[in-house]
């Protein structure tokens, strides 16, 4: 039953490896005697890296041979961090397992400074995610945001290079990555919302998988599932997988989910955003409501805009 070894698709990259590695080692861990090899591939997003990823075709690109290669029967399951996961799944793939969030907050990264508001005028801020970058303008519309690409290794070279003043990455990429003390500083989401699913690990398998299914089960974390799906929802009802400035923060009290979540012009012009509270349950309702309302407070304006400049 346990004997054949359960196969890992993962992207190469530091970040993508620590997260394959994760699993594996908790599916070693929960189903003793049970064996998991990674098999390691390519993607085109991993060839394609100097152009910005809103222009090339998006997130979609880096999942699409590992979704290829489950298919095939050559792996069995994929894990991906939740934000970089498109709304739509190839026939005969669905997402079955969501494990417990690390940190979903963006860090601040700077060598000289200390936070957002201590950048000078005119100091240099690198990030490619429209999202940070249409925050960060309305935070400080005198800063220069530049873009910036790679994984986290390139990118920390990028700033110490003296390229840029200072860098927003994810804080759950730099901590998984043993970078903790490289983050000056922790951003609120008061100054900037995440992206939706940031810093949660997602599992990928074929759904007529029962067996491994059921061996992935255990992985699951109930708060951080209700946390993403409802963060999901918002973000499938407001776009069908392009990138948009979107950012959203879900937290839960006891029996109840609190979602923040905003929807901007990349250049930071004009930012609309609500929240919504509700209970566990109905985690799911509650983001398409809340993405409703955020379309009819302005938000429609700026995503039919949006859709149309990517024509
Ligand atoms: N876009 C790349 C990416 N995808 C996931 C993470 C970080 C870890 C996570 O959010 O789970 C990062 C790096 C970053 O944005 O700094």
Redesign the pocket.
Known sequence: MTSTPVRIATRQSP?ALW?AEFVKAALEETHPGLTVELVPMVTKGDIILDTPLAKVGG?GLFVKELEQAMLDGRADIAVH????VPVEFPEGLGLVTICER?D?R?AFVSNNYESINALPEGAVVGTS?LRRQCQVRAMRPDLVVKDLRGN?GT?LGKLDNGEYDAI???S???K?LNLHDRIRNEIEPEEIL??V?????GIECRLDDERVRALLEPLADANTTYRVLCERAMNNRLMGGCQVPIGSYSEIHGDQIHLRALVGEPDGSKIVSGEVTGPLEKAEELGTGLAEQLLEDGARVILEKLYQDEV
């Open positions: 970040l997260q997130k961090s939740m934000k970089d690390e979903p963006d995610s986290v990118r927003i990455l994810a759950a990429g730099l998984r995440p992206a699913g940031q810093g949660a690990v």
